[in-house]
């Protein structure tokens, strides 16, 4: 696998850093934000040749890592300050060109949660890949082994306004295009959960709901899976300009 071209830092410590892989002149930039329920044990590596392949198709890629439970720094709201501070950096440097967010997972939950911060103005849009886009459900179902409630530092009846300001499915219709792509045999995220996300906040006909029938959890990630062809057309709509 191709090693990252470069990594560049957001903010002084360790983990405030983005992997740049592919050329920084590219026509277009993706934004990866990597999953794992939000938590220390995962970190960027898993999404590394996910990231290379989107290189080859000649994106710039930068693949960001932030603060998770579990370690100094991560949840409310560290994770939520540092994902923040990188896109920022990450547009800053594409200097204008075409950017998309892609997530993963927990990923696909910051990615759609940034759309509707002031750091994202100008972006195509997020894709979100097997996400979790109703932070309240994930924590009335304990995914993860509770990962949203650690993530927020409780649950949506002990902490109703971080949820509010957290949760994609409360933030409402988002300022920017989404796509949603989602296994139907998800093991790790249910389905459900990117439809209450859908009925609650999509704009049909901007936005895209891709109900994958039997995929599972990581394929969405994996390029030599079935649905990496649609992630690709899905980018391409969202990082062309006029």
């Keep these: 696998m191709l090693p990252p071209g470069r990594t560049s830092?957001?903010?002084p410590l360790p983990h405030q850093i983005y992997e740049v892989f592919g050329d920084p002149a590219s026509p277009a930039w993706v934004v990866l934000v990597h999953g794992g329920f939000w938590r220390a044990e995962w970190d960027r590596t898993?999404?590394?040749p996910l990231a290379v392949a989107l290189a080859q198709e000649g994106y710039a890629v930068a693949l960001v890592e932030y603060a998770r439970t579990g370690m100094a720094g991560g949840g409310w709201d560290g994770t939520f300050t540092d994902v923040r501070?990188?896109?920022?950096?990450?547009?800053a440097e594409a200097a204008g060109a075409p950017v998309a967010l892609v997530g993963h997972s927990a990923g696909g939950h910051l990615?759609?949660?940034l759309l509707h911060?002031?750091?994202?103005?100008?972006?195509g849009g997020a894709v979100s890949l097997g996400g979790c886009l109703d932070l309240a459900l994930a924590a009335d179902l304990g995914l993860?082994?509770?990962?949203?409630?650690?993530?927020?530092?409780?649950t949506p009846l002990t902490h109703p306004a971080r949820y509010d300001a957290a949760d994609p499915a409360r933030l409402g219709r988002a300022?920017?295009?989404?796509?949603?792509?989602h296994g139907t045999a998800d093991e790790a995220v249910p389905v459900s959960v990117a439809r209450s996300w859908w009925e609650a906040c999509a704009e049909p006909g901007r936005d895209v709901l891709d109900v994958m029938e039997g995929t599972t959890h990581f394929p969405l990630i994996d390029p030599a899976a079935p649905s990496y062809p649609t992630l690709l057309a899905h980018l391409r709509r969202l990082t062309v300009r006029g």
Aim: no cysteine; proline share 7%; hydrophobic share 55%.
């Design 9 to 11: 830092a957001y903010g």
């Design 46 to 48: 898993h999404q590394r």
């Design 85 to 91: 501070a990188a896109l920022s950096a990450v547009l």
């Design 111 to 113: 990615a759609v949660w």
């Design 117 to 123: 911060q002031p750091e994202a103005v100008g972006v």
């Design 144 to 154: 993860g082994d509770d990962a949203a409630v650690d993530l927020v530092g409780g």
């Design 175 to 181: 300022p920017y295009p989404v796509v949603v792509m």
